[in-house]
């Protein structure tokens, strides 16, 4: 079985219609699984079904063989998962590194390493540890986010449009510092608008259409099928 597996997920918001149906999203230790599509088809619902921030009326959420599918999203963070909302997902008034604090606060041991490998990972904030985030660039506070979800010491790192609003030289940044997250171990979950340069680093991608899974191959696969590219790649 894979580190995580989000298998016939069928949901949506409240007691709204089914915004993703029977949907199945799957990633294992060390990999990153990319999930793309167009607009509304659901990629961030299925992040958020996963994390538990909507009840499903069908499927199962199992991570690390433990079926968490009725479990509270704060629940699920003890159970390994760092999620990184695309929006409002740092403390605008907060330094730096109070920010970092905050991702600790599940822990009950020293964390002082893992804070010293999040300044190697983004040695800008280091220099801008004692600055209020909401200074900080958009490429910044992401890594802020980011950095603030790997305090907690994640098995799974889920990222909701990690590289949204940023330059294409900040989204080159970010994707080789996930390259490196995933190296250590942590499997990596992404939604993400660039759909190429996502799947360029992909294990795995999931392209949803109308909440669905409509292609499910390896990264490389999907950019050579010749209807994902002209559907969804551009050309």
Known sequence: MSFLSATGMTGGYGNGPDIIEDCDIIVDKGEI??????????????????????????GAVVLDGLDITRMAPQERVRQGMGFVPQNR?????????????????????????????????????REKRNQPAGELSGGQRQQVAVGRALMTAPKLLMLD??????????????FDRILEIARTGIAILMVEQNARQALEIADHGFVLVQGQNRFTDTGEALLANEEVRRSFLGG
């Open 33 to 58: 699984a990319v999930v793309v599509g167009p607009n509304g088809a659901g990629k961030s619902t299925a992040m958020k079904a996963i994390f538990g921030m909507l009840n499903l009326r069908k």
């Open 89 to 125: 997902n740092v403390f605008v008034s907060m330094t730096v590194e109070e920010n970092l604090e905050m991702g600790a606060f599940i822990r009950d041991d020293e964390y002082g390493e893992t804070m010293e490998r999040v300044y190697e990972l983004f040695p800008v904030l």
């Open 161 to 174: 449009e990690p590289t949204a609003g940023v330059s294409p030289i900040v989204m080159d940044e970010l």
